[in-house]
């Protein structure tokens, strides 16, 4: 059985970003389970704000087009997503709604392709105390309707400036063995779903 090969994206692109610290914390868990794991950073896949008329003059950003390569090549995603009111971030949607668009240069590999029939799973992050617990069900819905299969195992880590550790890894004993098993269930969802 092929080893599966998980992308782990953070819904933010600021510098000191929370959940990008966080969705680097999930590598060494996914890997641990036998996933091969790519972090992807969403400032180095820039798009303008999706509008109809720039894609029908210009096509799709460059930047867009190497995303859905790299999605299209995965087998599981894992989004790390803080919360913006209770909600996805508009950095995040973008980037969805973009590479959910097919390319005409390139059908196979864009568009629905890049999400279909794929393992997703999510984890909140927050310096506050309920950790984007709301955001994880807007996003659930979000992959679900792309045709990704989000594994039931979440996450929403609360006071996150404080739960990383001097070692990278969360601090707290319990948070550690929930992202464990939601790293061992995405590994084994991607796994059995794309053999
Ligand atoms: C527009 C906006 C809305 C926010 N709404 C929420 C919210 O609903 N819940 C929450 O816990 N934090 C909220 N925050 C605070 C963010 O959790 C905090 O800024 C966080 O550090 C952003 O994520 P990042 O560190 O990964 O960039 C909001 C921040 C912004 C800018």
Same mark, same amino acid.
């Given at each position: 059985?092929?080893? @599966? ?48 008329? *720039?894609? +029908?003059?210009?096509?799709?950003? @460059?930047?867009?087009?190497? %995303? ?9 995603? *894992? ?12 950095? %995040? ?33 927050? @310096? ?26 979440? %996450? ?6 404080? +739960? ?5 890894? *969360? ?14 269930? *995405? ?9």
């Amino acid at each position: 059985m092929r080893t @599966p090969r998980i992308v782990v994206m953070a819904g933010s692109s600021r510098r000191d970003a929370l959940s990008r610290r966080i969705a680097a914390a999930c590598a060494g868990p996914l890997q641990a389970a036998g996933a091969d794991v790519k972090l992807v950073e969403l400032a180095d896949y820039p798009a303008p704000l999706y509008n109809g008329d *720039l894609e +029908a003059e210009s096509g799709l950003p @460059p930047g867009i087009v190497e %995303l859905q390569q790299v999605l299209h090549a995965c087998d599981g995603l *894992l989004v790390v997503n803080p919360e913006y009111n209770g909600s996805i971030t508009p950095l %995040l949607k973008n980037t969805l709604d973009w590479c959910s668009r097919p390319n005409a240069a390139d059908g196979a590999r864009s568009g629905g392709a890049v999400y279909a029939g794929r393992a997703a799973a999510v984890i909140g992050t927050s @310096p506050g105390a309920l950790g984007g617990m709301r955001v994880l069900f807007h996003v659930r819905d979000i992959l679900g309707y792309l045709g990704m299969q989000v594994i039931p195992q979440q %996450l929403a880590i609360g006071h996150a400036d404080n +739960a990383l550790g001097e070692d990278g890894r *969360l601090r707290n004993e319990a948070q550690r063995a929930a992202l464990d098993a939601l790293a061992a269930a *995405l590994a084994d969802t991607a796994r059995r779903l794309r053999g």
